[in-house]
């Protein structure tokens, strides 16, 4: 019996998911355009872009609230508009005071929006019925690359950067309203949790989208510690408790994974330029490389995750991701072959951490009376570590050098093979009968 509601939703997801990156990637190419018209030295451009990062962070943590509270198809409903709007403040911005100011208000509307559609998209996943959510932020990273291609167009025909933020504000405030129709019907994920299965139970998390014998394994596994976990999951949610360890741990394997990303992401082409003596347009193919890997990756991911499971498939990643940064820190030494073998490797690490991320949202659901506060809390975790890694490895190299610097990425790729797994067992492991009875039929 196919679920028309929720291949719907799954199309209206899609649609946030590759809007927001849309979105999220004319304003990043537009960067430099914009630092033109206002005169701005790369430090206050950075400063700029901080701000966007740091409002983000705090508006993330109210946007779990909201979820938990007001819904997450309503708080994605009003996110997508606002996020495009909130583009109006840089666009307009006539002075370097201004332009900071709407970085903070842009931010903060970049913080509400990927918490709702991230929270949104857990639900639809359980719904559907098997894993989906590593697509959706593969469509993320195909609406950046669009992205660039629509600035790169309209500053290339003539548009100045303001006519072509403000154009871009209005048009995609609009095109937010179009997916906002197939999301899914929904009420407080409280009252939902509370509901019985008659009367339509929230299922619980994408993480224990898994088969039936590998469920049972881990919940046997892992028996113990759900109990010693209990209290804390209660109070959850509740919504007055501490925050569960098993979520923390889950937190800083995403945190791991993140700084990983942003090593790869902020300093594949300088290592090749640097390290690996690159020419300067040969240099900037180790970020593209790694890029594509990563898009076709969570395309891709899906699949593998249904197949192997969560927790193996975020344990392969980990191995995977540190390979390909063995073959990184290894390049150096590969004589002629140092670059090819520098872009194989950040194609293991593209392949790797392609799949951390959907992941780690995908078990935030398995306890649905707080998935929002907690996806707000593994996207801080997540966007802090995007945010300090490549600053990290940064100082790291100048302290001793950048192929020293890289291999901490490689270790946290470790890292999250190894406490990963763990952290996904114990989650499925809290996923209540009640949730599991009211499952509904697959769709495909």
Same mark, same amino acid.
């Given at each position: ?82 996020? $495009? ?268 951490? $392609? ?90």
């Amino acid at each position: 019996m196919f679920d028309s509601v929720a291949r719907r939703a799954r199309v209206g997801v899609f649609g946030y998911f590759g809007l927001c990156g849309l979105n999220v990637g004319i304003w990043a190419a537009s960067l430099p355009a914009l630092a033109d018209r206002l005169d701005l030295s790369p430090g206050r451009t950075g400063t700029a872009l901080l701000l966007v990062s740091l409002s983000a962070l705090v508006s993330m943590q109210a946007a779990g609230r909201l979820a938990d509270r007001w819904s997450s198809r309503r708080l994605t409903w009003a996110a997508g508009p606002l996020h $495009a709007l909130l583009l109006l403040g840089p666009a307009l911005a006539g002075s370097y005071s201004a332009l900071l100011a709407g970085a903070v208000v842009f931010g903060l509307g970049f913080g509400l929006l990927e918490v709702g559609m991230n929270a949104h998209a857990v639900e639809v996943e359980v719904r559907y019925g098997r894993p989906i959510m590593s697509a959706f932020h593969g469509m993320w990273s195909l609406g950046g690359a669009v992205g660039g291609v629509v600035t790169s167009a309209g500053l290339g025909g003539g548009l100045g950067v303001q006519t072509l933020l403000v154009g871009t504000a209005f048009t995609m405030a609009a095109l937010f309203l179009l997916p906002a129709r197939l999301l899914l019907p929904g009420r407080p994920a409280r009252e939902a949790a509370d509901a019985s299965p008659e009367t339509g139970a929230s299922p619980a998390a994408g993480a224990s989208l898994e088969t039936g014998a590998s469920r049972e394994t881990a919940a046997s596994r892992v028996a113990g510690a759900s109990a010693e976990t209990g209290a804390s999951a209660a109070a959850a949610r509740t919504g007055r408790g501490r925050v569960p360890t098993v979520i923390l741990l889950l937190g800083v394997v995403m945190l791991a994974g993140a700084i990983c990303e942003g090593g790869a992401m902020d300093w594949a082409a300088m290592h090749a330029r640097r390290v690996l003596g690159a020419s300067a347009d040969l240099a900037p193919l180790s970020f593209t490389v790694y890029s594509v890997a990563m898009t076709t990756m969570r395309l891709l991911g899906d699949r593998l995750r249904g197949r192997l499971g969560a927790g193996r498939t975020l344990r392969l990643a980990g191995a995977v991701a540190a390979g390909g940064y063995a073959l990184v820190l290894l390049a150096p030494s590969a004589g002629g072959a140092a670059l090819g073998c520098a872009w194989a490797g950040w194609i293991l690490v593209g392949i790797g951490l $392609a799949t951390v991320v959907p992941v780690g949202f995908s078990s935030a659901g398995a306890d649905p009376a707080s998935a929002g506060r907690t996806i707000a809390l593994l996207t801080s975790f997540t966007y802090g570590g995007l945010l300090a890694g490549p600053a990290i490895i940064g100082h790291l190299a100048e302290a001793t050098s950048l192929r020293t610097a890289l291999a901490l990425p490689g270790v946290l790729a470790v890292f999250v093979a190894i406490a990963g797994p763990p952290a996904i067992a114990i989650l499925a492991a809290r996923r209540t009968p009640a949730a599991d009875s009211a499952a509904p039929a697959r769709a495909s």
